[in-house]
């Protein structure tokens, strides 16, 4: 059956429970994307003990918020906090350390510092990773996402990593997808470290060049590469590194 939690300000998508009784007690999965919640409504999410999946993007939800969250529901194994209003306060984002169930996490925030990265350590179930507005981080976050055995997708975009990320995150033997768009302190250098065992990746404004693209042929796995606004980038680089991964499909713009 089904069971909603629902106000008069939106309505919650995706919502399941296990039980077949209606009510709110089994709720197991809640998206309330795009919707007014505050921090009022968080309290009220955390009395919902059986939820494993619950999307909070682009909600009024504050630090204080994520605390009622992360003290109450210990079992989630998928979080998006995309666009919410959280920060380095140690108030909400140290609760992280508690999820240890997780598998998926949205943390895609202009507001996290390396300082809230720090507080992931513990979550080593983690397979998806979303950090595309992370402004803020730099090649300290690489290093202890590194430690995060599990991952298989990682974004890590729009930051002040560099090359050295790259060396970080090569130990990951599940990853297999990794977006570093939009990260300008990336260059040629760096790429030759970056894993071959990965299948998707993306440099988008990310100041490579020709001669980067010449050190991607160790990855005979790459099946996707994609290179927006990559003005170094010619397209004789760009038939070059398909000639040496002939199952390559680059996007370019």
Do not use: W
Not at 185 to 202: E, F, M, Q, V, W
């Amino acid at each position: 059956g089904k069971a909603a939690l629902v106000t008069p300000l939106c309505k919650p998508k995706k919502a399941y429970t296990a039980s077949g009784d209606g009510g709110t007690t089994g709720l197991r999965s809640l998206s309330l994307d795009s919707c007014a919640i505050t921090d009022d409504g968080a309290y009220k999410i955390s009395m919902l003990p059986s939820l494993t999946k619950l999307n909070l993007a682009d909600t009024r939800i504050t630090n204080d918020g994520l605390k009622y969250i992360t003290d109450a529901l210990t079992n989630l194994e998928s979080l998006s906090l995309f666009f919410c209003d959280v920060s380095d306060s140690e108030q909400g984002m140290e609760g992280l350390s508690r999820l240890t169930s997780l598998t998926e996490l949205n943390l895609d925030s202009r507001d996290i510092t390396d300082h809230s990265i720090a507080h992931l350590a513990p979550l080593v179930k983690l397979r998806v990773l979303d950090l595309f507005s992370a402004y803020r981080l730099t090649d300290l976050s690489a290093l202890v996402i590194s430690g995060l055995p599990e991952l298989a997708k990682v974004e890590l975009c729009g930051g002040k990593i560099t090359g050295r990320a790259l060396e970080y995150l090569r130990p990951l033997e599940k990853l297999r997808s990794l977006s570093v768009a939009q990260n300008i302190n990336i260059g040629d250098i760096g790429l030759r470290a970056l894993s071959p065992l990965l299948t998707d990746l993306n440099l988008s404004e990310c100041r490579i060049s020709d001669a980067g693209l010449d050190d991607l042929d160790h990855m005979v796995n790459l099946r996707s590469l994609t290179l927006i606004n990559c003005p170094r980038v010619t397209r004789g680089g760009v038939e070059q590194v398909k000639q040496d991964l002939p199952a390559l499909r680059v996007v370019r713009m």
